[in-house]
T-cell receptor, first 111, second 113 residues
């Protein structure tokens, strides 16, 4: 059973379009993180959300943490080819700061 | 550049061979982790360490051993490699605290034939 479900699994869009990626769980997390991974590299942290209902913006990226701290979304406005990559959500539960990762959303933005 | 360094980047092993993957971080982080990434499975935690001299099992520890003799290094060992251990392995470190993310290395692609 996957603790964190990400959808969609794959997304291919044209430059300039908007998109939303979802990360859902039946469990409560103390914080939720989003990473972006490019081919041949390790994931790189984009943002951490900690408070239920929190919204964070990073240029064209908007991250939201659900009120119940069980889900999160990533919205990209006016996507660009440079946004192409694997987007991973990860939730923090319990001690020792162990992250549980979703399977990821592979985004392709075509010029 | 400060960060997490993994060696080697690529390795091919024959079934039954052994090897050690090295992870080094220069950020003085207490926490270190080993994950494997497989298509359709995402990142899964193998072992982790909460400080020098400590190790603990993660989600998929079977077939692997780890050691953290020095704070900056976290070693992952495969004593008798199996084809099921073909994967990309990532090491990560964390300073501790829910607000801080992981810093990942660039990975080791291991193929067991």
């Amino acid at each position: 059973t996957q603790l964190l479900e990400q959808s969609p699994q794959f997304l291919s869009i044209q430059e300039g379009e908007n998109l939303t990626v979802y990360c859902n769980s039946s469990s409560v997390f103390s914080s939720l993180q989003w990473y972006r991974q490019e081919p041949g590299e390790g994931p790189v942290l984009l943002v951490t959300v900690v408070t239920g209902g929190e919204v964070k913006k990073l240029k064209r990226l908007t991250f939201q943490f659900g009120d119940a701290r069980k889900d999160s979304s990533l919205h990209i406005t006016a996507a660009q080819p440079g946004d192409t990559g694997l987007y991973l959500c990860a939730g923090l539960r319990g001690s020792n700061y162990k992250l549980t990762f979703g399977k990821g959303t592979l985004l392709t933005v075509n010029p | 550049n400060a960060g997490v360094t993994q060696t080697p980047k690529f390795r091919v092993l024959k079934t039954g061979q052994s090897m050690t993957l090295l992870c080094a971080q220069d950020m003085n982080h207490e926490y270190m982790y080993w994950y494997r990434q497989d298509p359709g499975m995402g990142l899964r935690l193998i072992h982790y360490s909460v400080g020098e001299g400590t190790t603990a099992k993660g989600e998929v520890p079977d077939g692997y051993n780890v050691s953290r003799l020095k704070k900056q290094n976290f070693l992952l060992g495969l004593e008798s490699a199996a084809p099921s251990q073909t994967s990309v392995y990532f090491c990560a470190s964390n300073r501790g605290g829910g607000n801080y993310g992981y810093t990942f290395g660039s990975g080791t692609r291991l193929t067991v034939v």
